[in-house]
């Protein structure tokens, strides 16, 4: 790899991003149980300069010991902090192992290799890279302190690493992947730029979606990717290949579950979306993203098409949601911005619930 991290100033180890993200959420945590960094630094026995250093990670908290680390969690919900907060801080920890990690030269043992996270991982690592907290943020006054020097590095790091070994197989593929995405979010224009490059490189290179393969959820985010940015063709191409088989309709909605939040336990690879390791989810977390996505996303005919799936497989469309589904289906259908194929999907659809 010809780019390399630089070195963390105060724990002397590579990975200068790790601890960023657990403490902007500690600082977030604590500004909203009402506590100055003195007031945390008394309820847990360190100095106030301990307190500041877990927050601006330069004493990042994955190297705490384990136990000061959950007696810490304990004073901070002893203080008041929300069950949600606490349950993002302990992804944030999640977050910061792999931000450690980035340097790491082996495809086979990256962390963005062997690691799928979900949206809310997936934000929490970006965060330090875009500037751009996670949703369960919005509304609060946190921010990470990282330098251009500091991004530019890393972002350097992770295209070396995504150039430096083809798309080929799993691990590979995922580290394409996700890199991408992450570079894609960064602040960097070089790195964004990079990002472009390669999603036009695979759109260019993607075929032979009829079947599974490490490839497909690349193209599978090329194509995601490629919609946002006013190019459809990607999409509509993914659409009619990549979910031409019940298996292939069922990938696509078991990785969009685990997206979603729908499935706790992680996965170590994409393949898991196949069946293997996908576990069992209910789909209501999928149906109002779904809902919501087919109406404003600008990948809105693969949310028709995944909505028309979900529904086909699981009985969701009782009383409760079945005002939002036409809500949904009819703006969506009435916006006139659908492909056919998708057009006709959600039809079938409202004739669906029509018949109920």
Not at 21 to 34: D, E, K, N, Q, Y
Not at 171 to 180: E, G, S
Not at 252 to 280: C, F, H, K, Q, R
């Amino acid at each position: 790899m010809t780019g390399s991290l630089p070195t963390n100033a105060a724990t002397g180890r590579s990975g200068v991003l790790a601890g960023r993200v657990a403490g902007g959420v500690l600082a977030a945590i604590r500004r909203s149980s009402v506590m100055t960094q003195e007031d945390l630094a008394t309820r847990t026995g360190v100095s106030p300069a301990a307190v500041q250093g877990w927050e601006q990670g330069r004493k990042p908290l994955i190297n705490v010991p384990y136990t000061r680390l959950h007696a810490l969690r304990r004073e901070l919900q002893a203080a008041g902090a929300t069950a949600d907060l606490l349950w993002l801080w302990d992804r944030a920890l999640s977050a910061d192992a792999v931000l450690a990690g980035l340097d790491e030269p082996d495809p086979r043992r990256h962390p963005l290799a062997i690691t799928v996270p979900d949206r809310t991982l997936t934000e929490l690592i970006a965060w330090p890279l875009s500037g751009q907290p996670p949703r369960q943020l919005a509304g609060f006054a946190t921010a990470l302190p990282v330098g251009d020097g500091e991004l530019a590095a890393v972002t350097a790091a992770l295209r070396d690493t995504a150039d430096q070994y083809a798309a080929d197989g799993e691990p590979a593929a995922m580290l394409r992947r996700q890199v991408k995405f992450l570079l894609a979010q960064a602040s960097d224009p070089t790195a964004r730029q990079w990002a472009a490059d390669a999603e036009k490189s695979d759109l260019r290179a993607a075929a032979g979606l009829d079947t599974w393969t490490p490839r497909w959820p690349l193209a599978r985010s090329a194509a995601v990717t490629a919609a946002a940015t006013g190019n459809l063709d990607p999409l509509h191409r993914f659409i009619d290949t990549g979910l031409a088989s019940d298996q292939l309709q069922s990938a696509n909605l078991n990785y969009w579950a685990y997206w979603a939040g729908e499935i706790p336990v992680p996965w170590a690879g994409d393949s898991a979306m196949t069946g293997e390791g996908s576990g069992e989810w209910t789909g209501t977390r999928l149906l109002g993203s779904l809902l919501h996505g087919v109406v404003n996303a600008p990948y809105r005919d693969l949310c028709a098409h995944s909505l028309w799936a979900l529904l086909l497989e699981r009985p969701l469309a009782g009383p409760k949601w079945q005002p939002r589904i036409r809500e949904a289906v009819t703006r969506a259908i009435d916006g006139g911005e659908l492909a056919g194929s998708a057009r006709q999907r959600l039809e079938q659809v409202n004739y669906s619930l029509r018949s109920r």
